[in-house]
């Protein structure tokens, strides 16, 4: 068993994707998010999309740092982690504007105050202004936020994102043999950030917060983790929030909060450039990092043998609990979190896109056919395999 897996969560989210199995896929069934008949419009031509997560833990990563430090700047991230997570999600089936934001706010109000309320709600309106100079226009329609202390231990920051699309715009994952995989990389900063990303993005920080920091944590803050877990497990590291990091002027703390990037200004560019009918796929590696395609192929080998030099923040991550690859290469997107799957022909046009937001970009890889999925990381020597 992984360690992520004894820490409570699932980086493939198995148990989930057992539990849905069996329901309607949609009228696109291979598209990355679920797409439903316009039931709002009766519009045959367009399809309807409703998308749903979360920050995830790294609100009890921003809770840390908040209380030791008095920092309200952090939860401007958590806003961030939780609209984007929907967002380029969405993106991966092509809708790049117009899209209508409702947002669920779970606090236990005997320890999140009303500032850090206040802060996430004003921190929402600043990241759409954000989106809409850069011409992705998102609605706000409002949301909840709900005093509910008795099931939730610190705060919980989630978002629901809806839009329509023209069903001949909807861009279906359908990688073909001799494709190459072009990665985006998730570090960095591009033109639109105000600072270094490290390219955590929003997957693995329960792994990530018990392996690096330290058992003082435990001790000094217990509503953080779940109490649970077996305490080999928790808090397990060496490092304090405020500690440098291996990025010169960023702690450790600040670190492992980088807002997650959203690609979206890039994939509405790189559409308006390419022809969808030679976009093979997008794929955003969130749940399950580099293996996330293994969910949308059949009788296909992915083989990743290009992939970006491992950022620091991961570096930080694998040294500090001795982590097997592997599992690192599961549970973190590892320095790439968005995949397009095209012709070579076309992957410069995909490259030359993502660079004009300074965001770098290669061919990580290349798809085969095969006789059963698999996904092939090669890695300092090594090649990982995951089916």
């Known amino acids: 068993m992984m360690k992520y897996d004894k820490r409570g969560v699932s980086a493939d989210k198995h148990e989930v994707h057992n539990a849905i199995k069996n329901l309607d896929k949609g009228l696109f069934p291979n598209a990355f998010c679920k797409v439903l008949p316009d039931y709002l419009n009766n519009d045959d031509q367009y399809g309807l999309i409703m998308h749903a997560d979360t920050a995830g833990t790294k609100t009890s990563l921003a809770y840390l740092y908040w ?16 609209i984007v ?30 500032d850090v309320i206040s ?14 100079s850069l011409g992705i226009n998102i609605h706000l329609a409002g949301g ?6 008795d099931i939730v231990r610190t705060i919980d920051v989630g ?3 809806t839009a329509r699309i023209r069903k001949d715009h909807v861009i279906v994952i359908d990688p073909h043999p001799g494709d190459v ?5 998730s570090f960095g900063r591009s033109f639109y950030e105000d600072e270094y990303n490290s390219g955590i993005g929003s997957n693995g920080l329960t792994f990530a917060r018990h392996e690096v920091l330290s058992k003082v944590y435990a001790e000094n803050y217990p509503e953080s983790f779940d109490p649970n877990l077996d305490d080999s497990f928790v808090y397990t590291g060496k490092n304090i929030l405020t500690t440098p990091s291996p990025i010169d002027g960023i702690t450790t ?5 980088s807002p997650t990037r959203t690609y979206m200004p890039v994939i509405k560019e790189i559409l308006q450039n390419i022809n969808k009918e030679d976009i093979h796929g997008i794929i955003h590696c969130t749940g399950g990092g580099q293996t996330k395609i293994l969910h949308f192929i059949n009788d296909l080998q992915i083989i990743k043998n290009n992939m970006f030099e491992i950022p620091p923040v991961f570096k930080m991550i694998q040294k500090q609990g001795n982590c097997d690859w592997a599992e690192m290469f ?8 968005l995949e397009i799957y095209c012709p070579e022909s076309v992957a410069r046009l995909v490259i030359d896109s993502s660079e004009k937001f300074n965001i770098k970009a290669q061919i990580i890889g290349y798809v085969e056919k095969s006789e059963s999925k698999t996904v092939e990381i090669h890695h300092s020597g090594k090649v990982y395999t995951f089916n």
């Open 159 to 161: 978002v629901t994102v």
């Open 144 to 149: 909840e936020t709900a005093d509910v202390g």
């Open 181 to 185: 995989i072009v990665g985006l990389s």
């Open 119 to 132: 802060e996430l709600i004003n921190q929402t309106l600043f990241f759409l202004k954000k989106m809409s």
């Open 85 to 114: 997570m929907n967002i380029d999600d969405m993106a991966c089936v092509g809708i790049v504007d117009n899209l209508v934001l409702s947002s669920t706010i779970g606090r236990n109000k005997n320890l999140i105050t009303a």
């Open 330 to 337: 599961k549970v973190f997107n590892m320095g790439h979190r």
């Open 253 to 257: 703390g600040k670190l492992l909060l």
């Open 67 to 82: 209380k030791e430090t008095g920092d309200l700047s952090v939860w401007k991230g958590i806003v961030q982690d939780a």
